[in-house]
């Protein structure tokens, strides 16, 4: 093992787990000026080589997973439709395309594409989830959302809005559990290819998942094989604490927007069966703190407004942030799921600057440790739901006896 | 002077769900593992085809009340397999089939205007229909599609999708900094669609892609299969044995396409089309009868029997005789989830057809279900098969062939080594793309609107 330089005198540089890190790619970045900044490619969001380079820095930077954002409307400003402004990033490719697009480019990071639960089929999300997995050879995982916006509402035609969001959570967590369930309605070892009898796969190891719920039903089995991780992570963004039940039933990551230490262990305490809760932050970063808050008002400025967040919005240095991720460690949380204000500044400065920083304080890897996103988030793989138990050593029938 | 070479089209269709594929060869890799894609695609690619070719199946097929398990079985999802095939690919075309009952509009067109973008205008749509319960078991829409509203839906799900395809024109994204202005359109993507099938409007959320619209297959032998296809789609896959079948076919399809102001070469006649090569024709031919032996074992041969028996047959020898007995009457209930039995549309009768054939050639049930469900078929040396290719395509019986090969992930591997250089040689096939996008492959112009061109169908 290298000896690493002695951790800096810096709070918070305690021994600990080691934080997990993910990054948020939405647009040109979060802040809505952010598409006018230098570097930032706004001509190029559409195209396959701006997101393939984006995944290509977050991997050079050792973070567990991209999160794509996805919509199945236009962007807006106004809860109930399109807000006719022509300053901001409108338009979006699918989220999945997306990071399936990506996936044979990279060899490391989770690609962790949004799926809208309220207007998709759950058989659809599960083989398309579990051949992004196969594609990225195990590093799929899904960010699963709802949509209450009547805009969409109109594109599918099939609901009435307005929308109860107690019902639509419901309903995601079913479709997450159709999901799941779907991915192990296959075990792993199906398929057989048994030449003397002629059978391809054995049937007694493929399941109908027979799911009954107000919204859908589902019979499966599920038409793609058990994806390689058996069951990819699952996540899903609560900015509401009415949003924990749904997190605690349905996710594998919940990622909570707490502003302080204290809202952070209220979170944790709320999510005892959740395997990860991670911090959501809104970053912009640079060598100095008040470099940072002058960028941020030149992004206010441009925008005509101060920037506001569901997040806490954190402008300062990587290791200010650093501190802060290691004191609402402290607080409970497994990592972050970071979101940069400008993607062409903001990235690089996570990649080159915070990870960096993390690593003097042992707190963030400093290379990868594992091959699938389970493993780097260190989830064991599961076995099937469906897959008998191991049979106990046969003690009758031996032709020997 | 006698008129030019017509050019061919090649494509290649990875095989699914099927018993093409001969699973057991010690040559057989995974069907599933994107390494097996990834090693197709790029043979397809580097043999100069227009396109790679994704069949779809959305419940695994049931016989006698249990999952079918002779078959190879299980595929992936298709609009990831392609997105991630467009990465590893510069030319090819990326074609999927997208059940048109079993999803809607908006999320499809949506997806298909995004593989275009990411593939830099690669994306084709081989839209198909179904109506089946047995399938929408595993949909929220169910299985309540009555069969005769399904070409009705594909036509107004292919209109509404062809609107939001439609919906930006690739004028709205300015994306200028000093300005400010991201869109020159206030309110881009705005569409309005009132049907039968489809009531939605709203705002599309996807500029218009480098193609406009992805290239639309369509399939199907039907009458309305076929006029569907005149009316609305790029290419046409076809299925018939015989020189002058194809013929028929290709001069019935071509002379609908007046109808709708469009001129023969606007669709493209595309039959699927196996393959055994050998280094004589000797060879080849020994090795197609061992193909063919492997494809249909004798276990096979009983199971597809009893798709137009419609009966359990399993007591019957396959080396023996037909059964005696008649099909039962009645909607098919052995076999769920295949096509191949609603083609059996009189069972009574194609059972006095094939016991009579089979007692006058001296068939044993096997033999008979081998010789019943050979596909056109190119079986020979590398210039045989060339000249087989070549001689249905000058005569006007097809405008080239989906290829599907028996072997899985290799299986196009000799055919581009061998075969393609021959053709290039006589002058009928690319040497080199001519462009980036699919329609450039295909000699396809630029799409137009495709609702006013499906409004005569109505009348």
Not at chain 1, 104 to 109: A, D, V
Not at chain 1, 353 to 368: D, K, T, W
Not at chain 2, 151 to 159: G, K, N, P, T, V
Not at chain 2, 336 to 347: E, F
Request: aromatic letters at 8%; proline letters at 7%.
């Amino acid at each position: 093992m290298p000896v690493h330089p002695s951790p800096s005198h810096s709070p918070g540089s305690a021994p600990g787990p080691a934080l997990h890190l993910a990054v948020a790619l939405d647009g040109a970045g979060w802040h809505p000026a952010a598409w006018r900044e230098p570097g930032a490619d706004a001509d190029r969001l559409f195209t396959a080589g701006y997101w393939a380079a984006l995944v290509a820095e977050a991997e050079a930077g050792l973070l567990d997973f991209v999160t794509f954002e996805d919509s199945l409307s236009l962007q807006s400003t106004d809860p109930a439709g399109p807000d006719g402004r022509t300053d901001l990033v409108r338009g979006r490719l699918d989220a999945v395309l997306v990071a399936a697009r990506v996936a044979p480019l990279s060899r490391h990071i989770g690609l962790v594409p949004s799926v809208v639960a309220t207007h998709t089929e759950p058989f659809h999300v599960s083989k398309a989830l579990a051949t992004l997995d196969y594609v990225s050879r195990g590093r799929a995982g899904l960010r699963i959302q709802i949509s209450e916006r009547p805009d969409e509402v109109g594109h599918f035609g099939r609901r009435t809005a307005p929308l109860d969001p107690a019902e639509l959570y419901g309903e995601a967590a079913d479709h997450v559990e159709v999901v799941r369930r779907l991915w192990d309605s296959w075990e792993d070892d199906a398929e057989i290819r048994d030449a003397a009898t002629g059978r391809f796969v054995d049937r007694a190891k493929l399941h109908y998942i027979d799911f009954e719920g107000p919204r859908f039903s589902v019979k499966g089995p599920s038409i793609t094989p058990r994806p390689p991780q058996g069951l990819p992570p699952v996540s899903a963004l609560a900015s509401d604490v009415a949003v924990y039940p749904f997190l605690a039933r349905s996710a594998d990551i919940g990622y909570v927007t707490a502003r302080d230490a204290g809202e952070v262990r209220a979170a944790v305490a709320a999510l005892p069966g959740t395997p990860h809760v991670f911090g959501e932050l809104t970053v912009f970063l640079d060598e100095q703190p008040a470099t940072a808050e002058r960028r941020l008002q030149r992004l206010d400025a441009a925008h005509g407004a101060a920037y506001t967040s569901d997040a806490r919005v954190f402008a300062g240095t990587a290791a200010d942030l650093a501190d802060l991720l290691l004191e609402w460690r402290e607080a409970g949380l497994t990592g972050f799921r970071l979101r940069p204000g400008v993607l062409a500044h903001d990235l690089p400065a996570i990649t080159r600057g915070l990870v960096p920083e993390l690593q003097r304080r042992g707190a963030f890897r400093r290379s990868y440790e594992a091959s699938s996103l389970r493993g780097l988030l260190g989830l064991a793989r599961p076995a099937s739901r469906y897959a008998a138990a191991p049979a106990a050593p046969a003690a009758t029938a031996s032709p020997a006896a | 002077m006698s008129k030019p070479l017509k050019q061919i089209h090649l494509a290649a269709h990875f095989p699914g769900v099927n018993s093409t594929t001969v699973w057991s060869d010690p040559a057989a890799g995974s069907q599933i593992d994107f390494d097996s894609f990834v090693h197709f695609a790029r043979t397809a690619e580097r043999a100069k085809f227009d396109f790679l070719f994704l069949a779809e199946g959305l419940r695994l097929r049931e016989q006698g009340g249990e999952i079918y398990d002779l078959d190879v079985v299980g595929r992936p999802d298709t609009f990831t397999v392609l997105a991630a095939l467009a990465a590893v690919t510069e030319h090819l075309g990326l074609a999927g089939t997208i059940n048109s009952t079993f999803n809607e509009p908006y999320e499809v067109a949506r997806q298909f205007a995004s593989l275009d973008h990411l593939s830099g205008g690669r994306a084709a749509w081989n839209v198909v229909t179904s109506w089946d319960a047995f399938t929408g078991e595993n949909f929220r829409r169910g299985g309540f599609l009555p069969r005769e509203e399904r070409y009705e839906r594909a036509r107004e799900f292919l209109d509404t999708a062809g609107e939001l395809f439609d919906a930006w024109d690739g004028g709205e994204i300015l994306a200028d900094p000093v300005s400010g202005e991201f869109l020159r359109d206030a309110s881009p993507g705005a569409f309005a669609h009132r049907g039968e099938q489809f009531d939605i409007s709203g705002h599309f959320n996807v500029l218009r892609s480098p193609q406009g619209r992805p290239v639309i297959f369509q399939a199907g032998d039907s009458d309305e299969g076929r006029e569907f296809a005149a009316a609305a789609a790029d290419a046409i896959f076809g299925r018939y044995g015989t020189l002058e079948e194809g013929r028929a076919f290709y001069a019935d399809v071509k002379g609908r396409l007046g109808r709708y102001g469009r001129t023969p070469d606007e669709l493209k006649i595309l039959p699927a089309a196996t393959f055994v090569l050998g280094d004589t024709d000797a060879e080849a031919r020994e090795l197609a009868r061992e193909v063919r032996l492997q494809q249909v074992s004798g276990a096979t041969a009983i199971k597809r029997l009893e798709h137009v028996w419609n009966r359990d047959l399993s007591g019957y020898d396959p080396d023996g005789p037909l059964p005696d007995i008649d099909p039962l009457p009645g909607e098919n209930t052995i076999a769920l989830g295949r096509a191949s039995v609603r083609m059996h549309r009189d069972p009574v009768a194609v059972a006095r057809e094939w016991r009579e054939r089979a007692a006058a050639e001296g068939l044993s049930i096997r033999e008979l279900v081998i010789e019943t469900t050979e596909r056109q078929s190119f079986v020979g040396s590398p210039l045989t098969v060339a000249q087989g290719i070549d001689a249905l395509v000058q005569a006007d019986a097809a405008d080239g062939f989906i290829l599907v090969p028996h072997l899985t992930p290799g299986g196009l591997d000799a055919f581009a080594d061998t075969v393609v250089p021959l053709l290039q040689e006589r002058g009928v096939f690319r040497r080199e793309y001519d462009g980036p996008t699919l329609r450039d492959h295909l000699g396809l112009a630029a799409p137009r609107a495709l609702a006013p061109a499906l409004a005569p169908a109505r009348g």
